[in-house]
C-alpha cells in the first residue's frame, strides 16, 4: 500500500474529530427549509469526515471513465437494449444529471458496486462540506465547492438544450412518489430554490399530479417543459406515471435522468457485462479497458435455473440484489440467506455479485467509539466528477438510520 493510503486508512481508523460545524449546516439549510423536515431526518448527516489518497480518487475515476468509454459503444448498447422495455430504447438526446458511482474501497483498491442514475444527495452534500472546519494539516477538498451550485444549474440548462435547443426553459418538475415522504426531500427543496432563484418556476409532484393532454405536460393547468426525476419507477410502468410515460415517449417534455439512462447505465444486468472481459473482448473493447474494468467491479452474474444450484454452494461469496431494486431494498449477503429466501430469489430476476467488503470509519458517538461501515458515491455528469461523498452505516446496507452515521464529506490526503 503507498504512503498516502497508508495515511488515509490510518486517519479513517484513529482520527476521532468531528469536523462538522452543525450551526453553519443548519444555517445554510434553515433558509430554504423547514427544521421540523430536518429534525425527523436525524441522521442525515454524520459528524465527521472520510479520507482517501489521491491514487484511489484516480483510480475511481479511471473505473467511471472506462464504464462511460464502454457505455457509449453501439455495440454495448446493442447488447443491453435486449433486456430492456421499449419505453428505454430511445436516445432523445440529454445525458442524464447527477449520475451516482457507488464504490466499496478494499484492500485491493476501489471496487464499483453499483451504478444509478437518478442518485440523491449532491445538494444536500455540497451544503455538507460547506459546513467543514478543518482538523488536519494537509486536507484537500477534491472539487471546488464554491462554484458548485453554478455547475449544478449548467448541468440541466445543458441536458434541455440537447433536446430543445435554443428555446426558453421556464418550468421544471422535481418528480418523485409522496415526495414529502422522501427521507432526501430537503434537497428537492434545494434544488427547487436553485431554479427559481434563476427565473426558472420549480414543483415538486407526484407523478399522478402530471398529465399529458397530446400537446404538453402539465401539472395543474401549467405546462412542464422539463423534469427531474427522482422516481424508482425506472421505464414509468406504474399507471401513477401514465402522463409523464406519454408526454416522454412523444418529446412532449425533456426528463433526466430518463429510461434510456436507466438501461445504458443502471440496469443491473449490464454489470454481468462490464465485469466479464469474455463479454467485453466480443464487444471489442481494448484490452486496457477490460482490465481496469475486470480489476475494479466485482464480478456479476445474472441468477439462472442453470446456475442456480452452484450458486447456492457458493454464496457465502456473494451479495445477492434484484435486477429492478434500488435502494438496497431485497438485497441479500449471501451468508445470511435462508432456504425460504433462497427460493424467493430464484423466483425473480436477480444478479449474484461477489462481495466486496466495505470500506471502515471510527466515529465518536456520545463518548464512545463506533466502527462504522462506509462506501463513497461519486457525483457525475458526462463522465465528470461533481463532488464526492461517503455513507457512514451500521448493517447490511447502507442506511440513514444511524446514529454518527449519514452522509459524510471526502477529502484528500
Avoid at 401539472?219 to 422539463?226: P, V, Y
Wanted: with cysteine; proline share 4%.
Amino acid at each position: 500500500m503507498d504512503t498516502e493510503s497508508s495515511l488515509s486508512k490510518s486517519m479513517n481508523k484513529h482520527c476521532l474529530c468531528k469536523t462538522l460545524d452543525r450551526t453553519l449546516l443548519e444555517q445554510q439549510l434553515h433558509r430554504y427549509i423547514d427544521p421540523k423536515t430536518l429534525l425527523e431526518r436525524p441522521h442525515l448527516f454524520s459528524d465527521t469526515a472520510y479520507y482517501i489518497s489521491e491514487k484511489i480518487f484516480d483510480e475511481m475515476e479511471g473505473i467511471i471513465s472506462a464504464i462511460e468509454n464502454v457505455t457509449s459503444m453501439e455495440s454495448f448498447q446493442k447488447k443491453v437494449a435486449i433486456s430492456v422495455p421499449p419505453v428505454a430504447s430511445t436516445d432523445f438526446g440529454p445525458k442524464g444529471v447527477l449520475m451516482g458511482y457507488d464504490f466499496h474501497l478494499t484492500d485491493e483498491g476501489p471496487k464499483l458496486i453499483e451504478i444509478n442514475t437518478n442518485a440523491g444527495g449532491a445538494y444536500l452534500n455540497l451544503v455538507l462540506a460547506k459546513a467543514q472546519v478543518s482538523c488536519c494539516e494537509g486536507i484537500k477538498k477534491i472539487v471546488d465547492l464554491n462554484n458548485l451550485e453554478t455547475v449544478f444549474l449548467d448541468m440541466f440548462l445543458e441536458e434541455w438544450t440537447l433536446q430543445r435547443g435554443e428555446l426558453p426553459l421556464n418550468t421544471i418538475a422535481v418528480v418523485d412518489d409522496s415526495p414529502q415522504e422522501q427521507y432526501l426531500f430537503p434537497e428537492f427543496l434545494l434544488f427547487a430554490e436553485l431554479f427559481q432563484k434563476h427565473q426558472i418556476e420549480c414543483v415538486i409532484i407526484d407523478p399522478s399530479e402530471l398529465t399529458s393532454d397530446g400537446n404538453f405536460l402539465t401539472a395543474d393547468g401549467k405546462k412542464i417543459d422539463l423534469i427531474y426525476n427522482r422516481s424508482t419507477d425506472f421505464y414509468f410502468e406504474d399507471e401513477r406515471y401514465a402522463g409523464i410515460r406519454n408526454a416522454y415517449l412523444r418529446g412532449l417534455t425533456v426528463v433526466t435522468p430518463g429510461p434510456y439512462h436507466h438501461a445504458i447505465f443502471a440496469n443491473k444486468l449490464n454489470l454481468t457485462v462490464l465485469s466479464d472481459a469474455l463479454a467485453l473482448k466480443a464487444l471489442q473493447i481494448d484490452a486496457k479497458t477490460i482490465s481496469i474494468l475486470a480489476n475494479g467491479i466485482p464480478r456479476t452474474i445474472a441468477v439462472t435455473p442453470e446456475n442456480r444450484n452452484h450458486l447456492w454452494q457458493q454464496r457465502k461469496n456473494k451479495f445477492f440484489k434484484p435486477v429492478a431494486g434500488y435502494g438496497s431494498k431485497a438485497t441479500y449477503r449471501g451468508d445470511k440467506i435462508t432456504l425460504k429466501v433462497w427460493d424467493a430469489i430464484a423466483q425473480n430476476d436477480y444478479v449474484a455479485q461477489e462481495i466486496a467488503r466495505p470500506g471502515e470509519r471510527i466515529v465518536h458517538v456520545d463518548g464512545d467509539q463506533k466502527d462504522l461501515k462506509m462506501d463513497i458515491r461519486v457525483y457525475t455528469y458526462r463522465g465528470r466528477t461533481l463532488l464526492l461523498t461517503s455513507r457512514l452505516y451500521q448493517g447490511q446496507t447502507t442506511n440513514f438510520r444511524t446514529q454518527g452515521g449519514g452522509f459524510a464529506p471526502v477529502f484528500l490526503v
